[in-house]
């Protein structure tokens, strides 16, 4: 006897499948997301190609070239623009400005003559049309259409014939006859599915919206990361306008670059030069200050670092951080208590950045240091430097990457003396000691530890208004 298909039961949140039911997923942890799924269908070993196969040397590429999008930190992070029939996943929290930066590209999509059909399944076509007149977004070949069926947005393609769709989003498009709602992982793999085959046998470059969790991670199943061409994150904080594109996968371009948008009343414009948002011109020498130089993909950025240190009167002294990572703060603390002298055990140390910049590169770990030095001595550091190097366990600089290009952008913008690590151990395992010389007519300082990089910056000895009771050493 032929035995009976066993009936197979799905996550709804992540898609992972059993033989029986339980009642916590065992892929996710989600509780109670487990349901029975409908039966698979049988499908033929093999069916009619739609195109014969070809040698490799005799396949064309232009026509996938890349075509400007009109927003020129988007076309960076993409690797050259936006490609004909390539599928682009962009996700962000809600808020963040998605729409708003899909609506600039439609509209300068369409400017160039390119018609573009931009569905929204979130708002009325009305509502579209506001945003629209606000950013000086209204075009001719621009073309609206407020769906949320799967079917209805194929007549549109049909009919329109875009060269350009933007579906916002695609946790809110469902297809008819399948199970589950609009945003589940049956209706998200063939909503999904069904425009990645439109976009390819068309040659239409289709962008779709992802919402994400409360996580951070693209809400639905991770297939849906598979099946798309590029991934971009789009984030940034809600208390600042600045506003950054990542790109996670890519299959046209490097996924190391990011985008930089200015996100106001009139709409989103691109930053080429964001460096100037994460720095406070001073008026005068202020302690507990340094600037730091992060890469955010391969662009150099430069931000500053400021720290406060006071008495505390708590029987736990407080670490508060913001747009630093508290573990590394809390690493430098012991360092620089080891191995610098400069003992906090009683006092609350706040770190921060400038503009809302989030630093998570350890190169950053010794304008943190700087600053929390100055901020213990009340001793400022010398004007216009810079600081950038890895901080060890046992007290030594790392060499960061990228340091050339580091120098370089620090020589741009104006800064006269940067502090970085000393070159490699020699054989024997002996530390350099510090040496100086110029670099674009910037003095460059390399430093062996972080106690050396301190007395260099002469931030290492308490100034006449030191803090009661700190040990310098």
């Known amino acids: ?35 029975e799924a409908a039966a698979p269908t049988m499908r033929t070993a093999a069916s009619a190609v739609t195109t014969a196969a070809v040698p490799i040397t005799e396949v064309s590429v232009s026509e996938s070239a890349f075509r400007a999008s009109g927003v020129p930190e988007l076309d960076r992070v993409l690797g050259g623009g936006l490609v004909p029939g390539a599928a682009i996943l962009l996700a962000g929290e809600p808020g963040v400005g998605k729409s708003t930066l899909l609506l600039e590209v439609a509209a300068q999509t369409a400017a160039r003559t390119h018609r573009t059909l931009y569905v929204t399944g979130e708002e009325s076509a009305s509502q579209v049309r506001l945003r629209a007149d606000r950013t000086g977004g209204v075009q001719d070949e621009l073309y609206l259409a407020a769906e949320t069926d799967l079917g209805a947005i194929l007549t549109h393609i049909e009919t329109v014939r875009p060269t350009l769709l933007v579906v916002d989003s695609v946790q809110t498009i469902g297809a008819s006859g399948l199970e589950g709602v609009p945003g589940g992982v049956t209706q998200v793999k063939e909503v999904a599915a069904a425009l990645i085959r439109v976009a390819k046998t068309r040659n239409i470059t289709v962008v779709l919206v992802g919402h994400v969790t409360k996580d951070g991670s693209i809400a639905g ?44 009343p009139e709409g989103i414009t691109a930053v080429t030069d964001p460096t100037g ?34 008495p505390s009167a708590m029987e736990r002294p407080r670490r508060t951080t913001s747009g630093l ?9 012991a360092v620089l208590q080891q ?22 590169e350890p190169a950053s770990d010794l304008a943190v240091a700087v600053a929390l030095a100055s901020a213990t001595f009340d001793n400022a550091a010398p004007a216009g430097v810079v600081a950038m190097g890895e901080i060890g366990l046992a007290g030594e600089l790392r060499r960061v990457r990228d340091l050339p290009q580091r120098l370089a952008e620090a020589a741009r ?20 000691t510090s040496s ?9 300082i ?22 009661h009771g700190v040990d310098d050493g």
């Open 221 to 264: 199943p991770r297939v849906l990361e598979h099946l798309v061409d590029v991934v971009l994150h789009f984030e940034g904080d809600r208390n600042s306008r600045f506003r950054m594109v990542r790109a996670v996968k890519n299959r046209f371009g490097p996924v190391d670059e990011v985008g930089c948008f200015d996100l106001g």
């Open 413 to 432: 913008l104006g800064f006269r003396m940067a502090v970085v690590p000393a070159g490699p151990s020699t054989p024997g395992g002996v530390r350099p």
């Open 339 to 360: 191995h610098c002298g400069i003992r906090l055990h009683a006092h609350d140390v706040f770190a921060s950045t400038v503009g809302g910049a989030r630093l998570g």
């Open 436 to 444: 100086d010389r110029t670099v674009d007519g910037m003095r460059v």
């Open 325 to 333: 990572d508290g573990s590394r703060i809390a690493m430098v603390l």
């Open 1 to 35: 006897m032929a035995k009976t298909a066993r009936p197979a039961f799905r996550c709804s949140e992540c898609g992972w499948e059993t033989g029986k039911w339980v009642g916590r997923c065992g892929e996710c942890q989600a509780w109670g997301s487990v349901a």
């Open 277 to 310: 948002l994460f720095i406070e011109n001073h008026h005068g020498r202020v302690s507990g200050t340094c600037v730091a130089v992060t890469m955010e993909g391969r662009r150099p950025l430069l931000a500053e670092v400021q720290a406060l240190v006071t």
């Open 446 to 467: 390399e430093a062996p530890d972080v106690a050396s990089a301190l007395r260099v910056l002469g931030v290492a000895r308490p100034a006449k208004r030191a803090l």
